[in-house]
């Protein structure tokens, strides 16, 4: 660790725990044991806040992917998670929820460090939704049935279905919630009785190595869970064609999903894929301008703008135009840019200098484009990799900042008339991740729900998640769902029993 990311943990009062964790030299977690790179291979992990290097994380190999795939398949073929009965997976998945518990705190400062965001958001949203996850999965593995069916056909038969887990798992996590996203994956693979192999981010490793300490405290027997670090052009692209891999459950970029989708499904895997948007919000006439610019704020700023479902175009009602764009300005002007660990952070740095510099050269773009910026989207000098949200006015819809996802703190608006415009404009993109509505008219409301092409809508809000609520995309943002009962299906085959009676 650099002298630039010890002061900042100095400055911010950093937990011993967290200290002692980010000193110790990291390793991946292959078959229940701690293991360097199998060429020593390693990258530098960096703290977006001051531009510090915090530490290294070993930089897998196909090999060594090769050997996490045969430990979970050792596991999953008849090792003794197989054997487990549902009720024991459930209290192994509740100690691990309680375990997250515990060190919640920990775990909140480390993926604050790592990725740059607020620290009290890590711990109450994405920290809590980890904890959530885990606990609602829990509750499944004892009521996981298929059906008892009479057939009609000649013959006397008992005919059913049996519920079965897919196999080995590969889960394949952003950046931007690191931990949040990981837990959507492993916590349903593992309640329903597959086996998982994690390949976090380059960028945010740390929570998950983290995480991997307290699986093995919560005697979840080895091999079950199984985590790869390193590059995605090596790691990733191994394990959509890796035959000893059953699925792929992928969260991040559409061209990279779309390149992973090609090779799992080639190799006639299964595969989920939840990818970028540009989500749209409609604000109506009738909405409450003032508590509505509040959750618009909300829900294109928190994680500094790199939400995938972040809602980054607003249209707005003509009649209500200029009103609402003063309260959305006024509402941006009091959101805080400071340190991750500053508990008064609310725009966190970008992940990365690239990040910073896509970014900014989004807002350029927009500049040179000729929409008219109405607030921020300055760059402020280092240390750390800080961009003020901005908002842009009067937007045309082909412009590339309209129809492109930027993934930070970057909005684009423009008015409308009808609401046949509004559903025109809110459709008119390749993605269809989630939609936003703001008004106080619920039939108006009800009859633009159906029009929309998103997996999510939400109405006088946005990104409310629920581990029990489905999330996944329509169009290029995605197929398959992570969350809810929905999840678990892309996690089971269906085998169908026919037994001849006499
Ligand atoms: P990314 O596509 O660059 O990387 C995602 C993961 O894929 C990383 O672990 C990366 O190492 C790996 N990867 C990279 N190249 C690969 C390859 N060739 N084969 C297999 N894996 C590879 O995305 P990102 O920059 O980490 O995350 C941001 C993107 O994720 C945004 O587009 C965002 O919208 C999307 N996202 C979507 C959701 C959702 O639920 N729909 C949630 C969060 C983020």
């Not at 596991?75 to 060190?103: C, N, S, V, Y």
């Not at 725009?347 to 607030?375: D, F, N, T, W």
């Not at 939400?458 to 029990?468: C, E, G, L």
Request: hydrophobic share 40%; aromatic share 8%.
């Amino acid at each position: 660790m650099d002298s630039t990311v010890r002061n900042y943990l100095d400055q911010y009062g950093v937990s011993d725990a967290t200290r002692r964790f980010l000193d110790k030299s990291q390793k991946m977690f292959i078959g229940g044991a701690w293991v360097e790179s199998s060429n020593g291979a390693t990258f530098d992990i960096f703290e977006p806040s001051t531009g510090g290097l915090i530490t290294h994380g070993p930089s897998g190999t196909t090999d060594d992917l090769d050997r996490a795939v045969a430990a979970a398949r050792q596991q999953f073929d008849g090792g003794e998670w197989r054997r487990l009965k549902p009720l024991e997976r459930e209290r192994m998945l509740h100690r691990l929820a309680d375990l997250i518990e515990t060190h919640a705190d920990e775990l909140a400062e480390i993926e604050a460090i790592d990725m740059g965001k607020s620290v009290t958001f890590a711990r109450e949203i994405d920290i809590q939704g980890t904890i959530d996850t885990f606990r609602y999965f829990a509750g499944w593995p004892t009521k996981l049935h298929g059906r008892t069916v009479e057939p009609s056909i000649p013959g006397n038969y008992l005919a059913y279905t049996r519920k079965e887990p897919l196999g080995v798992v590969a889960a394949i996590v952003p950046w931007n919630f690191p931990l949040q996203t990981m837990a959507w994956k492993v916590a349903a693979a593992l309640a329903v009785g597959c086996t998982v192999v994690v390949k976090p981010a380059e960028l945010t490793s740390l929570s998950t190595l983290r995480f991997a300490e307290l699986v093995q405290e919560a005697g979840i027997p080895d091999g079950v869970v199984n985590i790869v670090t390193g590059k995605g052009s090596v790691i990733g692209a191994a394990m959509s064609t890796h035959p000893g891999i059953n699925k792929v459950t992928f969260t991040g970029s559409t061209p990279v999903g779309q390149e992973v989708g090609r090779a799992a499904v080639g190799n006639l895997k299964h595969v989920t894929l939840e990818l970028g948007g540009k989500s749209p919000v409609l604000v109506l006439d009738d909405a409450d301008l003032a508590s509505a610019a509040r959750a618009v704020a909300n829900g294109v700023f928190f994680n500094s703008g790199q939400v995938c479902d972040a809602g980054t175009r607003v249209y707005i009602q003509r009649s209500v135009h200029d009103a609402f764009l003063d309260e959305l300005i006024a509402v941006t002007r009091t959101l805080q840019m400071a340190p991750g660990l500053d508990r008064d952070c609310y725009i966190g740095p970008m992940v990365s200098a690239q990040q910073k510099k896509a970014v900014a050269g989004y807002i350029e773009l927009g500049l040179r484009e000729g929409a008219k910026l109405v607030h921020g989207g300055g760059s402020p000098e280092g240390p750390g990799h800080f961009i003020e949200p901005a908002i842009f006015a009067h937007c045309k819809p082909d412009m590339r900042i309209v129809r492109e996802e930027i993934f930070g703190p970057v909005l684009v608006t423009s008015p409308f008339d009808t609401l046949e415009e509004a559903v025109s404009l809110a459709n008119d993109t390749p993605f269809g991740l989630a939609t936003a509505i703001y008004s106080n008219d619920l039939a108006r409301v009800h009859t633009l729900i159906p029009q929309l092409h998103a997996g999510s809508v939400y109405v006088n809000a946005h990104s409310t998640i629920d581990p029990s609520m489905p999330f996944g995309g329509f169009k290029d943002s995605g197929l398959g769902k992570d969350l809810g009962p929905e999840q678990l299906d892309y996690l089971m085959e269906t085998k169908a029993v026919w037994i001849t009676l006499p």
